[in-house]
């Protein structure tokens, strides 16, 4: 067996206080690898489906996915060394073939998005043609709605008897952990209330605030009043304050 291109496992750490050793995998294009593509939720799409959510009255729940990489299988094959530590004795000169990810692999997150991929459409899940993580299952009158954010789902449907077992199905299929009704996502703080679902995003605007040393800064009322109108100051000096980073950054609030 030739093994000139085993992938080479090799320690990586910085001494700091709390840190821990990992291994770092080094693999070769078109040999190791070929696709790493894995598509994520837009936030376009999160916010769509909240407000569907709102419109229908339904509930949305939130599911983790733990080590969500290591799920994935790879077609490709991979030898890695025998990790320092764990090297049989009497067999120091083989290597192992990889059979699943790990982290580290360019590929792993294609893996993992082909592995939970494969499971909707095997359980009769409709995969979006315009969000290749968005899917959707009808039975009758009856719809559940789910959105892949790497490994977060959230999920939201009119029948809690379809939600429940589609819960217990996944938690089955893989390790995961149940979060309940969506409190956080993406940044976005979700409240769901009788009334509606409110969202905010205090929590990334006060740190955004808190960067930029604005926490005491005058608050204005937006959007601006409409018609009116401005005109420019031949006396205002040029300031190096940097704008173009905030307004990017306050972009996505």
Not at 14 to 36: L, N, V
Not at 97 to 105: I, N, P, Q, S
Not at 115 to 143: A, C, H, V, W
Not at 152 to 181: A, P
Request: some cysteine.
């Amino acid at each position: 067996m030739d093994l000139q291109d085993e992938a080479e496992c090799r320690w990586i750490n910085t001494e700091a206080q709390g840190s821990t050793r990992s291994k770092r995998i080094f693999t070769t294009t078109g040999i190791d690898y070929t696709e790493t593509f894995a598509p994520v939720a837009r936030l376009d799409t999160i916010r769509a489906l909240i407000a569907i959510a709102a419109n229908k009255k339904w509930k949305i729940y939130q599911m983790d996915v733990k080590s969500a990489f290591l799920n994935g299988y790879i077609d490709e094959e991979i030898y890695v060394e025998q990790p320092q530590g764990f090297i049989a004795k009497g067999s120091e000169e083989k290597v192992l073939r990889l059979k699943k990810a790990l982290y580290g692999l360019k590929q792993a997150p294609r893996a993992w998005y082909s592995r939970i991929d494969k499971y909707f459409m095997d359980r009769g899940f409709r995969r979006s043609l315009s969000e290749p993580t968005l899917y959707i299952k009808s039975q009758g009158n009856d719809t559940l709605i789910v959105s892949l954010y790497v490994d977060d789902l959230i999920y939201t449907g009119n029948n809690e008897k379809m939600i429940q077992d589609f819960k217990e199905d996944m938690m089955k299929t893989f390790e995961m952990s149940d979060l309940g009704l969506m409190h956080f996502f993406l940044g976005i703080e979700i409240n769901q209330e009788k009334e509606g679902i409110f969202i905010c995003q205090r929590k990334y605007t006060e740190t955004l605030l808190k960067k930029f040393k604005m926490e005491s800064c005058k608050t204005v009322t937006t959007p601006l009043v409409t018609g009116e109108k401005y005109q420019k100051r031949m006396d205002h000096k040029k300031s190096m304050a940097p704008c173009t980073e905030v307004s990017l950054e306050a972009y996505y609030i």
